[in-house]
């Protein structure tokens, strides 16, 4: 990060930021057009503007446009920044972003992780906006629908100058918004980002972390999200496959489990699990009662969540996700069945095992498949970590929200 002017740093302290932004063509203030903001270009420029701002003068260049140069020349080195999103699409950016939608919730979860100012999130999707207890900033903001019922009008109004988009789920639908954004306004910058797949979350962490001018802090959380992941590989990593954890995952629906495909299959496999049901084309097959008896599982893990809607950060009670175990073990016949001898059966909350937390929720599976392995593993402080120092919120799991039991 460069140091900036101290004219500029002035500037900047005493000028409110305006609603909204040109996206277009090359670095402001770069006189000469090489591509590059240098120190001298952004005092000439800075001189210029206050010049025509309170002496009289000719000069082009509006507040914004002066913000904008102190930005870039700060935290890009004073040149363009170009990024290669998750869906492969490289676009070079000019301007920092200033009024940013966001369609998908762990982008904007990433967003806070990162010390983005959420004040200039002007928009989220409409799940995000029911989170009142983990996004309680959100409430005030526009509620832009789903990526499958958008409410485009909506985002229009607001002007953005930035939305973000799923890149490799809902494609068609994230398709057609983009397409009618970019018709609508073709300087709203488009971005499509995951931010929930362990192949991909840390390269995401750093490009969006580069694009708002926080990569040490970008590379914080990356070192942090890596080094849990890199944990449970490396304990799993020397389990034979003959000897690894047999697993039967349910979903939230009774008897419907997760195969090859499904983001709840492969965190399994990274936890060091085998799911005996894992073949086939369907993501959530529902399985035969018999099957999961004759399968013989070490463990049992149930899904929580939205379609068994208690838990997670919307409250605390633990009896709540106690009363779905008890119905599990109760089962015709469970009580033969390995996991249930050996009390291994388990609930576990989608909010920590699906989106930009999974991390959380395999650190979970990997101590319960194989607790000798992982005896110094504590996902309930990888938790609390997160939260308050990534996310930023008062929120002490010791007595608020329910993600696992027992």
Known sequence: ????????????LVLAVPASASTGGGIVGDADGDGVLTSAEYASATLAYLDAAYMGGTGVLDRTDIQDAAWVYTYWDGRPLTITDSSGKTMTLYRPLRRVVTFSGESLETLRSLGFDMEKVVAVDKYSHEKKTFFPECQGKANVGSVWSPDMERVLSVRPDAVFLYATISVSACDDIQKRLEASSPNIRVFRFDCFKPATYAGEIRTIASMIGRKDRGEEFASFYESTMDRIRDGTAGVPDGEKTRVYFEYWYDYTTVSAGSGYNE????AGGVNPFSVGTTEYPTVDPEAILLADPEVVVKLAGQGLAVGGYAGHDPEALGAIRSTLIERPGWSSISAVKDGRVYVIHSDILGGAQHFIGTAYLAKW????RFADLDPHAIHQRYLTEFQGIDFDLASKGTFVYP
């Open 369 to 372: 498949f194989y607790p000798d």
């Open 267 to 270: 965190k399994i496999g990274l």
């Open 1 to 12: 990060m460069k140091p900036i002017p101290i004219l500029a740093l002035a500037l900047l």
